[in-house]
């Protein structure tokens, strides 16, 4: 079974500085997929960005970058110029393959405020 | 953009009472799922759907879960008799490869 582990329940950040959230997985697989979605007040979740295990680049999506370490197991995601929307409880996810029935298996979430 | 929508935002219901939850996902997409997240926990996955059948359930979706796709679009999450700690966020969520993509969820409070 595979598990997610994000050992920042709290973190906070001055807008416009930089914020590195951690992640720590378990598994067997050799190929899968990590995930960073993040969750509003509102509670809708939203990806984030997603990295494929099998590329070693680490994916970007505009202020958001991850740091894939496989060998290690990390996984974190670093947000730059933070802003004040960037305010959410951000959850690391692993999905093991595309096959049928894959899903996601989430860590515990680390709650993100971005001050002014 | 194409999104999944669930209904209702937020449902009340009394305990021991049958409550369905209705998503719509998204129109091309294979694989469909039920979460729930309680008040300040993690994402819970509960079952994953495809190919008009379950292909995963956790050991929370017991007896008193199920799940249909009764048409083409819909797809259903019913609890047959709610207990108090049936309360949360219930989410679908959809995809075609890779991303899931997410409802809004909804709420579900047992009294």
């Known amino acids: 079974a595979q598990t997610v582990t994000q050992s920042q329940p709290e973190m906070s950040v001055q807008e416009a500085e930089t914020v590195t959230l951690s992640c720590t997985y378990d598994t067997s697989e050799s190929n899968y997929y990590l995930f960073w979605y993040k969750q509003p007040p509102s509670r809708q979740m939203i990806l984030v960005i997603r990295?494929?295990?099998?590329?070693?680049q680490n994916a970007t999506e505009n202020r958001f970058s991850v740091n894939f370490q496989k060998a290690a197991k990390s996984f974190s995601l670093k947000i730059s110029d933070s802003q004040l929307g960037d305010t959410a409880m951000y959850f690391c996810?692993?999905?093991?393959?595309?096959?049928?029935?894959?899903?996601?298996?989430f860590g515990e979430g680390t709650q993100l405020t971005v001050n002014p | 953009e194409p999104e999944v929508t669930q209904t209702p935002s937020h449902q009340v219901t009394q305990m021991g009472q049958e409550v369905i939850l209705r998503c719509v996902p998204i129109?091309?997409?294979?694989?469909f799922y039920w979460y729930r997240q309680i008040l300040g926990q993690k994402v819970e996955f509960l079952v994953s759907?495809?190919?008009?059948?379950?292909?995963?359930k956790s050991e929370i979706f017991d007896d008193q879960f199920s799940v249909e796709r009764p048409d083409g679009s819909n797809f259903t999450l019913k609890i047959r008799s709610t207990k108090l700690e049936d309360s949360a966020m219930y989410f679908c969520?959809?995809?075609?490869?890779?991303?899931?993509?997410f409802g809004q969820g909804t709420r579900l409070t047992v009294v």
């Open positions: 759907f495809y190919n008009n059948e379950i292909s995963e």
């Open positions: 996810a692993f999905m093991k393959s595309e096959t049928s029935g894959s899903r996601l298996t």
């Open positions: 129109s091309n997409h294979l694989y």
């Open positions: 969520a959809s995809r075609e490869v890779t991303e899931a993509f």
């Open positions: 990295q494929e295990a099998y590329k070693q």
